[in-house]
């Protein structure tokens, strides 16, 4: 079992910047890959950037340039730096983890960016 808490969504305008952390209960070394997804209202979940075990990322095209993904395997915490925000960009943020083959999400954390 593995638990995700998120944290550091909220309110920015539009240029802005946020950066959301997800922690979780095990160590981080013993995770495959970790990232995070988001889901807007009426729209699918989808990927935004992933980090696999063997550090190599991964970024939705629509985020690339923008958005870093890192890890702090001190602290079991994986980071999502968003900079040059955009209102398409609002929408729940979730943390992920592929542990043993098993898919963990974490509660989410909202992000709303106003033009």
């Known amino acids: 079992q593995v638990q995700l808490v998120e944290s550091g969504g909220g309110l920015v305008q539009a240029g802005g910047s946020l950066r959301l952390s997800c922690v979780a209960s095990i160590s981080i070394f013993s995770i495959n890959r970790m990232g995070w997804y988001r889901q807007a209202p009426g729209k699918q979940r989808e990927l935004v950037a992933t980090?696999?075990?063997?550090?190599?990322?991964n970024y939705a095209d629509s985020v690339k340039g923008r958005f870093t993904i890192s890890n702090d395997s001190a602290k079991n915490t994986v980071y999502l730096q968003m900079n040059s925000l955009k209102p398409e960009d609002t929408a729940v943020y979730y943390c992920y983890a592929d542990y043993i083959r098993r898919d963990y999400w974490g509660q989410g954390t909202q992000v709303t960016v106003s033009s």
């Open positions: 980090l696999t075990i063997s550090r190599s990322t």
